[in-house]
């Protein structure tokens, strides 16, 4: 069970990280549930010591807030350009069931929070995650690339490799 490997290292230090790897390699993943797999929702941080649930997508939508992330409404607009101007406009991007339930919780659009409508969003074709998810995940790997001064394909800087030195197979 997934549960069973959280914080547990004993895999790798003994060597055994090969077959994880080869496995989340081969295996296809599993759509993206927005209400959460149970293994994450309700043992990720479990402590048999003092047991309670600890659910990583409440903490999620909780870090967003403290942090200060624009709702979901803004940064669908940065990433797409598409304004949101009402509940039904959500609706092209959020399935209408989904919306209609995210009615019952926010008082108005734009208080949604990106974390929750993010996982609720139509994927885009051949991925995983919607626009707005894609959108973010796009920015953060550019970030990862252009701010790494060691980045294999980066060529001119003081600890850039030379061809002989990349070994691409």
Known sequence: MLKDRFFNMLEVWKGQI??????LMAEPSKNI???????????LFFNPRRPSIVDLFSIN????????????????????????????????????????????VYRHFRDIDLFVAGLLEY???????GPTFA?????QFYHWKYGDRFYFEHGGESGSFNPGSIDIH
Do not use: M
């Open 18 to 23: 090969t077959p994880i790897i080869r496995g």
């Open 33 to 43: 549930d927005p209400y959460g797999v149970i293994d994450l929702k309700d043992f």
């Open 61 to 104: 939508v909780n870090r967003g807030r403290d942090h200060g992330l624009p709702g979901y409404v803004h940064i669908l607009q940065y990433c797409t350009g598409y304004e949101i101007k009402s509940w039904k406009s959500l609706e092209k991007f959020i399935p209408p069931v989904k919306v209609k339930s995210l009615r019952k």
């Open 123 to 129: 994927h885009l074709i051949d991925a995983r995650v």
């Open 135 to 139: 959108c973010l995940i796009g920015i």
